[in-house]
């Protein structure tokens, strides 16, 4: 069994995979002629996600176009991935129940990469970009992807490169998809969605603020005529809807390979690119999805309902981010990445059969969140977060590590935890004092950055911009022996920041908490157990 069209023909060969009920040929023609949907990022959440929610309606006969999915950051995906195998991904769903589906999903038409060079690729997705038929563009490029600027506000400087030359120079990919919409523009003013679904708050704004600003800068210095930028901000034509995406897609697992190898599929190999992109032809992930999209597509939008799909108003998709990000699922995940971290755990699911670290996000979720929680009434926050608690986090057949989620903890402390407290702050039935897990996990994530384990081993820390100025402000700071008035004032500079933690935490009434935690989570090894035992016990 190999992932391509002509062996998926013979569906005797498929015993147990879900095969597509519709001809990719015929998909193919009409989307090259009448295309609607350009993605671009083709990663692993796109492939089981999005794509899969194209599959269904080709399925049902309620789309008769699919995809051309363009990689705007690492080529290789699609010279490696895409192509040898017609476009084809094997998503596979790792159900809380034990149970297992595995369907080939061929909604992707075209793989390209959106770089000049790649002159055929180029050409497939300019072509698409004149087309009167397209109606969204739909983005995975990580929150990192939307930022013009560093993180100090300074103007990155492929963007000052960008800026002095004209859109046909461009090399940031934001840069060529302004450029790509300068080209729609010349062709009619046609209208179009751009649908950032990326897992981060605002996301709309995010991209529309990122094309603005190139495109005012082109406009000042004389590369394209004010009425594109006009044309750009008329949301008649132009627009950026909101969303919020959640679904939890590890890496390819080995596991899971060796489960594809027993049934005959012969291509479970792990692809690293250069970039450090990790892929296979197939993607596993969880059952539960959710995806909320802001209902605004001025060229008219794609029956996403009929798959799944919530189409709201853009106050209700701010309403549901908030109560995932800063209450129902995003701060139980970072809790637990920390805390598996330091406690030597190498799967979240073996992290909630703890019963401390069970209680610790119950406590977290249940007690100290939902009583600030926002309430979109579409989904019910509590009904969400028994969901995540009871189905999947423990889901032991979902591969996701603490050392994953655990990745850029310094961007996501103020969201996840800095906004309870404000709610907490704001409400005068409440009493911040009353919260024990949120300040813990601020002392957790303090104990984390000295990079060893609660047994005094050293581990690696996982990948944050902000890694190197964070280890610094803690350097020195050795387990069991300690001046607890030196590491106080280390420790004063970095909670103080509340570009890290949404407040000033030393000015606040957690500071004592945090501290005192902290103290005794240095004080010997062993200590990072005792303290979240005695937590969630009191």
């Not at 038409?109 to 072509?127: G, I, M, Q, R």
């Not at 692809?271 to 059952?287: L, Q, R």
């Not at 799909?309 to 800063?326: A, G, H, L, P, S």
């Not at 509590?382 to 969901?387: A, L, R, S, Y």
């Amino acid at each position: 069994m190999k992932l391509n069209l002509n062996e998926i023909k013979d569906g005797s060969k498929w015993n147990g995979y879900k095969l597509p009920e519709f001809d990719p040929k015929e998909i193919a023609e009409n989307t090259r002629k009448n295309p609607e949907w350009i993605h671009f990022g083709a990663g692993n959440i796109f492939r089981i996600f999005p794509a899969a929610l194209a599959q269904k309606l080709l399925n049902k006969g309620l789309m008769n176009t699919g995809i051309i999915a363009g990689e705007c950051h690492d080529p290789e995906i699609v010279e490696k991935l895409f192509k040898p195998h017609d476009n084809l991904t094997l998503g596979v769903t790792l159900k809380a129940d034990g149970s297992i589906e595995k369907e080939i999903i061929a909604s992707v038409v075209d793989s390209v990469c959106v770089y000049p060079e790649f002159k055929n690729d180029w050409a497939t997705v300019l072509a698409a970009f004149k087309n009167p038929s397209l109606k969204m563009l739909s983005f995975t490029i990580t929150e990192k992807g939307y930022a013009v600027t560093s993180p100090d506000g300074k103007l990155l400087g492929q963007y000052e490169h960008d800026f002095a030359n004209p859109p046909e120079k461009a090399e940031m990919f934001l840069s060529k998809l302004t450029g790509l919409l300068l080209e729609r523009f010349n062709a009619g003013k046609l209208p179009l969605a751009l649908v950032s679904m990326d897992n981060c708050s605002h996301n709309g704004e995010k991209l529309s603020a990122a094309v603005f600003k190139i495109a005012e800068n082109w406009q000042k210095n004389g590369f394209v005529p004010s009425e594109f930028v006009d044309y750009l901000k008329d949301e008649t034509k132009i627009a950026f809807p909101w969303t919020m995406i959640d679904k939890i897609t590890p890496r390819p697992n080995n596991a899971v390979a060796e489960m594809l190898k027993k049934d005959g599929f012969e291509e479970t190999e792990l692809i690293v690119t250069s970039k450090n992109t990790y892929c296979a032809t197939f993607v596993n992930a969880e059952e539960t999805q959710y995806l909320v999209i802001e209902d605004k597509f001025p060229n008219g939008r794609l029956p996403l309902d009929k798959a799944g799909v919530y189409f709201t108003d853009r106050e209700t998709v701010n309403k549901v981010e908030k109560m995932k990000v800063c209450t129902c699922l995003n701060p139980l995940h970072t809790a637990l990445a920390l805390s598996g971290c330091l406690l030597g755990f190498g799967l979240i699911c073996d992290e909630m059969k703890d019963k401390d670290l069970k209680k610790m996000v119950e406590i977290l979720g249940y007690k100290e969140g939902l009583p600030v929680v926002v309430d979109p009434k579409i989904i019910k926050p509590k009904t969400f977060i028994d969901e995540v608690i009871e189905k999947r986090l423990p889901n032991p057949f979902m591969p996701d590590t603490p050392q994953r989620i655990a990745t850029d903890t310094s961007q996501k402390l103020s969201i996840r935890f800095g906004e309870t407290v404000k709610a907490y702050l704001a409400n005068p039935e409440l009493d911040v004092k009353t919260l024990k897990i949120l300040p813990m996990v601020f002392a957790l994530w303090l104990r984390y950055l000295l990079g060893i384990d609660d047994n005094g081993k050293e581990f690696e820390l996982s990948p944050d911009p902000l890694l190197p100025d964070v280890k610094n402000e803690l350097a020195g700071i050795v387990i069991g022996k300690n001046d607890e008035s030196e590491v106080e004032e280390k420790i004063k500079k970095l909670l103080k920041n509340e570009k890290i933690f949404g407040f000033d935490v030393v000015s606040s009434e957690l500071y004592g908490k945090v501290k005192s935690y902290f103290m005794e989570m240095i004080s010997a090894n062993g200590k990072v157990r005792e303290v979240i035992s005695r937590a969630v016990e009191n």
